[in-house]
């Protein structure tokens, strides 16, 4: 089922699954077994106009809304995952927090580079700071007109590829007193910004996922990304932006699965045991109708949270959206698997790649179990700290566990 679409929703959507069938799904083993960044892909994206879709049409983009571009993004995932996640962080994610609260100089920088074919790399995560994002050890110091970044993140999505990226640190001034976590943006190729090992990764292969390391990279002071908040809130609004690419993963887990469910529900037609078709067999029709199910249910809380972007997709929307879409993803690609029986475990077969493509997703991104925790906090309208001196503080003082 899906929700009602006006016209140009579904020609839209219509145009993507056509650019998806006829370009992308007969290269998607390949890029899987290569792990090379498919940059042909990249170029169809760019000439169908849906790298960069959300950027507003003032900076060259077609405006589009979170929604059309989940829209977009489903029918990639559903035949290539590296190219659905592509599709994401072209338009939502680092693309979204600079084009909101980014200077003129900033988003002219990053949609120009969007729209001529880049994935921006958002850089965060580091080997000590993964779901504890705050306590993250990089750091960037004033120094005049300039701010020195030094430091280490890991499993970068883009690294080495990506041009533009925008990179998390704390922020001191020139009397070494912490301002605040901030982004700063950035170009491959500067001096001090240094890609690091790849990851072996999983799935998604034909996306590196690497260290980035920071040696006396020196950022202009106008490449601070500077919420209306300021420093001292500023980690808190760009993290919002960040409810978009939720979305975003979400909607690949959700595009994978589609995908997986459509090959199985099509092999359980052809294939025979026992003299007869094996889809008349009660238990598999069940696990097929409980598979739909979730499909359904995870498309439509998708869509409810892309649709509620103002200018962001709510956070306990998006919570809960991508923690359904992506253990329904999980499941649903495994119970795929289990239909297509010796042959889903076979490299022949689509099946085990969308396995492991879909188990990132309840990982990257927030964890299923720590977006669990954000649900808890909405829902009981508090703070829930995940220190045990935090939690112990919020629970003597009252006053800080309120909102």
């Not at 659905?84 to 003129?104: D, K, W």
């Not at 529900?265 to 069940?286: D, H, M, N, T, Y």
């Not at 977006?371 to 009981?380: E, F």
């Amino acid at each position: 089922m899906d929700m009602k679409l006006s016209a140009e929703q579904q020609k839209l959507r219509s145009a993507a699954r056509e650019l998806a069938e006829a370009e992308f799904a007969p290269k998607a083993a390949e890029i899987d077994r290569t792990e090379a960044y498919p940059f042909d892909n990249v170029a169809a994206l760019k000439a169908a106009g849906f790298m960069g879709y959300t950027i507003p049409k003032s900076h060259g983009g077609r405006g589009g809304s979170y929604f059309e571009a989940a829209l977009i993004i489903e029918e990639m995932a559903r035949v290539c995952g590296a190219t659905g996640r592509i599709t994401v962080e072209a338009n939502m994610g680092a693309i979204s927090a600079v084009m909101q609260y980014g200077a003129e100089k900033q988003k002219r920088l990053a949609a120009d580079l969007v729209l001529s074919g880049d994935k921006p790399a958002i850089c965060i995560t580091e080997p000590e700071a993964g779901s504890a994002a705050t306590e993250m050890t990089t750091r960037a110091d004033k120094r005049g007109s300039t701010y020195v970044i030094r430091g280490k993140k890991h499993w970068i999505t883009g690294g080495g590829v990506s041009k533009l990226h925008l990179i998390f640190a704390r922020v001191f001034d020139e009397r070494g007193e912490e301002q605040g976590i901030g982004g700063f943006l950035a170009l491959r190729g500067t001096p001090g910004l240094i890609i690091g090992k790849r990851e072996p990764a999983m799935g998604l292969r034909g996306i590196p996922e690497t260290e980035i390391i920071f040696e006396d990279l020196e950022i202009p002071e106008d490449m601070l990304v500077l919420p209306p908040r300021g420093l001292r809130r500023g980690f808190a609004d760009l993290i919002d932006a960040y409810n978009s690419q939720r979305v975003g993963a979400g909607t690949v887990a959700l595009g994978l699965a589609q995908g997986a469910f459509e090959k199985a529900l099509s092999f359980v037609k052809e294939r025979r045991q026992f003299g007869r078709p094996i889809a008349e067999f009660q238990g598999l029709q069940w696990m097929l109708a409980d598979m739909a199910i979730a499909l359904n249910a995870a498309r439509l809380s998708l869509h409810q949270a892309a649709l509620s972007a103002d200018p962001f997709p709510d956070p306990l929307l998006a919570a809960q959206a991508k923690i359904i879409a992506s253990e329904t993803a999980n499941n649903v690609t495994n119970q795929a698997l289990q239909l297509f029986g010796a042959r889903g475990y076979s490299r022949d077969y689509p099946l085990e790649r969308m396995v492991r493509d879909a188990r990132m997703f309840t990982i990257a991104g927030g964890t299923a179990q720590v977006l669990r925790t954000l649900v808890a906090s909405r829902i009981l309208d508090t703070k829930i700290p995940q220190t045990r001196d935090g939690y112990l503080e919020a629970v003597r003082t009252p006053s800080l566990a309120a909102k």
